[in-house]
C-alpha cells in the first residue's frame, strides 16, 4: 500500500452531479487514477450552492463511492469552484528593485505580484488566484521568470480571480461536513485546462468551453498563460428545458430523448427518423421526426456559442485562438455541437477528453470528467509538500 502522501483526491460539485476521484502518484511520479465516485446533486444552481444538506450528502455518496473502489478514506481534496458570481480581471503592478547591485530577487517577484493583486475588489469578495502572466523589466515585456535578471524597475501582469466569501463559505461547509477538509479551491476552468488542453495549443492561443448543466464555464489561453475567463449563466439543462417545454414532454424523458436522439446540426439528422416523445400528465406519447429535436436544440446551440464569442470579440481575443476552440463538459457531448461550433468560430474545434493520468483510464476518459481529473492534475502539480498532500489513508483493517 502507497504512502499517505501519494494520494490526491478532487471533488467537483457541479450543478447536475458531484465527482470525486482518488488519483495516485505511481513509481514515474505520474498520476493514476485509482477511485471514483458520482453522485446526483439538487443542492447547486448555476454553480452556487442553494441547498448546503442536499449538497453535503451528495459529496459523501460520491465519496464513499470513490473510497470504496480505492480502498482508502479521503480526509483532504481539492475542490472546484465556479458559478455565475466568481469574477477575473487582469492586472497590473509596479515595484522599484529591492537590492543594491539591482539584481532581482525571489521577494522582488512576491512583492510585485502583491501590488498587482493590491486592486480594488469587491468588499463581500476574496481572492481565489493571482496568477502571473508576464513580467517587465525596465519596461521590456515578455520576461517569463525575471529572477536573477538585473533591473530597477519590475512590473507584473497578472490574472485576478475572485469569488464572494458566502459562495466559498458555502464550499467550504459542505465538505467540512461531509468530512473532507479542502487543501485548496481551484477556479473550475483551470482544472479542466489542465486535462484537456495541451502545452502547444495555450501557447499558440486556445478557447476552452466547459458546458456543464447550469453555466458554461470559458478560458482563453494566450502565450501560454491566462488571458480571459468567463462563466455565462447558459448550460445543456436549458437545453433539456427547451425540448421539455416544445415538446410537453416530462424533464426526465427530454433529457434522455436529449443525449440519444437530439443533434445540435439539424442538417446531419436523416429526416425520416422518427422518434417516441413521452407526454406530460400521462397522455399517449406521441411519434415526432428526430429533425424537430434538433430544430430546438440547434439554436440554443448557436445562442450559447454565440454569446461566447460575443464576448471574445468584445476583448478583441477572437483573433488570438489560433488553436481554436476546445468543448468540453457533459454538454460537450450533444452531437452535432462541434460542428456548429465550427461555423460560430470559423476555426477548429475539438471534444476535450480528459488526458495526462493513467489507472482508470476508461472511467474519465469523458468530457464530463475534465474539471474533476483536471482538478486532481491540478493538485500534482502544485502540491507544496506533504503535509498539504495527504489526502487519503488506507482503510483501517476489518479482519
Ligand atoms: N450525451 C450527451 N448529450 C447531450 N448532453 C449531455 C450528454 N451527456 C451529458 N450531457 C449534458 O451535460 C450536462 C452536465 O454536464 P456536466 O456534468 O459537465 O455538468 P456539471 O458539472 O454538473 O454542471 P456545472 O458545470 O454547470 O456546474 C447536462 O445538461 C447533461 O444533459
Ligand atoms: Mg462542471
Known amino acids: 500500500m502507497s504512502k499517505p502522501e501519494n494520494f490526491l483526491v478532487s ?7 458531484i465527482c470525486v476521484l482518488i488519483g495516485e502518484q505511481n513509481a514515474n511520479g505520474s498520476l493514476d487514477v485509482i477511485g471514483k465516485g458520482s453522485s446526483a446533486n439538487r443542492g447547486t444552481r448555476k454553480g452556487n450552492i442553494v441547498n448546503v444538506d442536499a449538497t453535503i450528502e451528495a ?4 465519496a464513499e463511492e470513490a473510497e470504496i473502489m480505492a480502498g482508502v478514506q479521503i480526509a483532504r481534496a481539492w475542490v472546484g469552484v465556479s458559478g455565475s458570481n466568481v469574477r477575473s480581471f487582469n492586472s497590473r503592478g509596479v515595484v522599484a528593485v529591492a537590492g543594491k547591485d539591482r539584481e532581482i530577487t525571489k521577494e522582488d517577484v512576491v512583492r510585485v505580484i502583491d501590488a498587482a493583486r493590491g486592486v480594488q475588489i ?16 525596465d519596461g521590456q515585456d515578455g520576461v517569463a521568470d525575471p529572477v536573477g535578471m538585473v533591473g530597477a524597475r519590475l512590473e507584473a501582469d497578472v490574472h ?24 485548496q479551491l481551484v477556479l473550475e476552468q483551470f482544472a479542466a485546462a489542465e486535462a484537456v488542453l495541451t502545452t502547444d495549443e495555450k501557447e499558440l492561443g486556445i478557447g476552452l468551453v466547459d458546458i456543464g448543466g447550469g453555466t458554461t464555464e470559458v478560458a482563453i489561453y494566450h502565450r501560454g498563460s491566462i488571458a480571459h475567463t468567463a462563466v455565462i ?32 446540426m439539424t442538417s446531419a439528422v436523416g429526416e425520416d427518423e422518427m422518434v417516441e416523445v413521452p407526454m406530460v400528465g400521462g397522455r399517449a406519447p406521441k411519434l415526432c421526426p428526430r429533425t424537430t429535436l434538433s430544430e430546438i436544440l440547434q439554436p440554443r446551440a448557436e445562442e450559447l456559442l454565440g454569446l461566447v464569442r460575443e464576448d471574445l470579440v468584445r476583448l478583441g481575443l477572437e ?48 468530457p464530463e470528467w ?27 483493517s476489518t479482519g
Open 122 to 137: 469587491p468588499q463581500d469578495h476574496e481572492v481565489i488566484h493571482v496568477i502571473p502572466r508576464d513580467f517587465a523589466v
Open 319 to 366: 483573433k488570438e485562438i489560433r488553436s481554436g476552440i476546445v468543448l468540453t463538459g457533459g454538454g460537450a457531448e450533444l452531437e452535432g455541437i462541434v460542428e456548429v461550433a465550427e461555423g460560430i468560430f470559423e476555426g477548429p474545434v475539438r471534444r476535450g477528453v480528459p488526458a495526462g493520468v493513467g489507472g482508470l483510464v476508461d472511467v474519465v476518459s469523458r
Open 370 to 396: 475534465a474539471t474533476a481529473t483536471g482538478l486532481l492534475l491540478y493538485g500534482h502539480r502544485n502540491k507544496a509538500g506533504p503535509s498539504e498532500s495527504e489526502a487519503a489513508v488506507p482503510m483501517p
Open 160 to 183: 485576478v480571480v475572485t469569488a464572494p466569501v458566502a459562495v466559498t463559505q458555502n464550499i467550504v461547509t459542505c465538505a467540512n461536513k461531509a468530512g473532507i477538509e479542502v487543501v
Open 59 to 62: 459529496i459523501k455518496r460520491a
Open 11 to 17: 471533488c467537483d460539485i457541479g450543478t447536475t452531479k
Open 233 to 264: 449563466p447558459i448550460g445543456g439543462d436549458h437545453f433539456t428545458n427547451d425540448l421539455a417545454v416544445v415538446l410537453r414532454a416530462p424533464i426526465t424523458d427530454a433529457e434522455r430523448l436529449k443525449k440519444k436522439f437530439g443533434s445540435a
